[in-house]
């Protein structure tokens, strides 16, 4: 029997924060996780996809170039892209298991689950503590149509040692079409189902349908409106099935992903028994990060019902988390969260899209346009840019700002600090930026 002040579940980017802090305030933290620690972000998740994506952009800018001042095919070396991911991810278990019992934070491994309101069990150990913490995250999302355990998922494609001729993404949701992107320019043949009526649908169908355009011309097939039905293996390759306008087509392929979106890592924890309330495997928490039913509990990061799962959220929750535990109420107060899909071109997004301020009765104006034919992209023969900002008629404020280009993903924190920081669009347009930049680009949005 192990008691602790705060004992956490879970190792990624929440779990780490929470422990870490809660550890340097003085408490007793113990902290566990079922697999190698680290999380999502760093080993399948963000760093590896940014890691990967770097030769794809590279590749891209030279092909761009060519006859403009480069000359000679460049192409993509899928094993040693590979053997770089390896490099970066192959030492952060180590790694952060080692920093955590540095900070004097006792780790363990291993799949436990809870038997009361305060104890957790685990092998032939028994934990009781204050608080609990549980920062287990999210995992792909698991099909039941006939042939699902033919799919593979974002974590087999961080081991991908070699490219194949053809490959089917069920989902264009944000993974499905950044992996897309990277495979067509790697010279996969790619087709994507998507049951929706467009690709990347958190995100305003303006900037979404410029995606749309560039992926089709990049040779990947989109089939919307599509649902998956079934799988099967044949001769040695797979042949994938699937619904539209209400008949059954069928594609071969040689690799099928399921990118059909991600649910909570709580099942095997058995909260129940802690009196510990979940909504579709998420944990229920009020402002304070505190699960609605037992006070002994908080959550944080994506395995919450809060917000989107993004990394940056997993950061701000696990340290309102930690605060809270420490030293009383601090609400989490709502903030403007950017998003960016790290395709090429980038799509990028902040606050209200235009149907959802109509929705909220809001009066405000509409900027928007095509600026493929600015400085930015003409200089890099990069293609597409577009934009559509909604700015409040009353306050001057920005209400939403969505963006297509090369650098969506810089130019929408602007935004951010400006949605965030109470500035005018008027005043962001006014400050001086760097020229020729793309910051300097809103001055004429
Ligand atoms: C392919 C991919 C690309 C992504 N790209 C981006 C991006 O570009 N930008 C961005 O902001 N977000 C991105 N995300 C999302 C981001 O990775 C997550 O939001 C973030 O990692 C969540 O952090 P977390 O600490 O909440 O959970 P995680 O990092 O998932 O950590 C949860 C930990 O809990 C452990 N665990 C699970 N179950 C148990 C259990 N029963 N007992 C003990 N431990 C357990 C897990 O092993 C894991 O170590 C991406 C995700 C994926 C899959
Ligand atoms: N750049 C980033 O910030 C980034 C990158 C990757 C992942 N993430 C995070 O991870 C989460 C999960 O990403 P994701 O891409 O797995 O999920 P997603 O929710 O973004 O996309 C899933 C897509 O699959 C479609 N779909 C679901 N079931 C289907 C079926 N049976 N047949 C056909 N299509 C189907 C959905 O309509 C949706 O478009 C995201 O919500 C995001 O928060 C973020």
Redesign the pocket.
């Known amino acids: 029997m192990k008691k602790y002040d705060v004992f956490v ?7 780490k924060l929470v422990a870490n802090r809660c550890k340097n305030a003085g408490l007793k933290v113990g902290i ?4 190698e ?5 760093s080993q ?3 760093d590896p ?2 890691l990967l994506l770097a030769s794809s952009e590279a590749v891209d800018y030279a092909r761009n170039m060519q006859g403009d001042g480069v000359e000679g095919e460049v192409n993509i070396n899928w094993r040693d892209a590979y053997n770089y991911i390896r490099r970066y991810t192959q030492n952060i278990p180590d790694n952060t298991e080692s920093s955590l019992k540095e900070n004097g934070i006792d780790c363990y491994h291993g ?2 689950s809870f038997v009361d309101e305060k104890t957790f069990v685990f092998d032939d150990t028994t934990i009781t503590a204050n608080y609990f913490v549980i ?4 995992q792909p999302r698991p099909l039941t149509i006939p042939g699902a355990d033919h799919l593979l998922t ?1 974590e087999d ?1 961080f081991k991908m040692k070699d490219v194949p001729e053809k490959m089917v993404f069920i989902g264009g949701g ?2 499905g079409m ?1 992996f897309s992107h990277m495979m067509a320019r790697a010279g996969v043949k790619v087709t994507i189902i998507e049951q929706g009526d467009q690709i990347l649908s958190p995100f305003e169908k303006f900037v979404a349908d410029y995606l749309m355009e560039d992926s089709i011309k990049l040779g990947i097939d989109i089939k919307l409106e599509s649902t998956l039905s079934s799988v099967e293996k044949k001769d040695g390759r797979f042949v994938v099935h699937y619904g539209n306008e209400g008949s059954i087509h069928q594609i071969t392929t040689d690799v099928v992903y399921n990118t059909t979106g ?1 649910v909570p ?1 709580t099942k ?2 058995h909260l129940d028994k802690a009196g510990v309330v979940t909504d579709q495997g998420s944990v229920v928490v009020n402002d304070c990060l505190q699960s609605t039913t037992n006070e002994r509990f908080y959550a ?4 919450t019902n809060m917000n989107l ?6 950061n701000l929750e ?1 340290a309102i988390a930690a605060k809270n535990i420490i030293e009383g109420k601090h609400p989490l107060v709502p903030v403007d969260i950017p998003s960016v899909a ?1 395709t090429i071109p980038q799509v990028a997004s902040i606050g209200l899209n235009e149907a959802q301020a109509k929705n909220q009765n809001k009066k405000f104006k509409v900027l928007k346009g095509d600026a493929s034919g600015w400085f930015n992209t003409r200089r890099m023969n990069a293609g597409t840019y577009a934009y559509k900002v909604l700015v409040d008629d009353e306050t001057g404020m920005v209400l939403g700002a969505h963006i297509v280009s090369h650098e969506a993903g810089e130019t929408i924190n602007l935004f951010s600090v400006a949605m965030n920081h109470d500035i005018t669009f008027q005043h962001l347009q006014q400050t001086v930026f760097t020229y020729p930049s793309w910051a300097n680009d809103l001055k004429s949005f």
């Open positions: 579940l879970g190792t990624g980017t929440a779990g566990i996780d079922n697999r620690y680290g999380g999502t972000c399948r998740g963000c996809k940014k799949d436990g920062a287990t995250g999210m974002s494609f944000y993974i950044e991600r890592s095997s924890l944080c990061g994506d395995v799962p993004l990394t940056p959220l997993s696990g790290f």
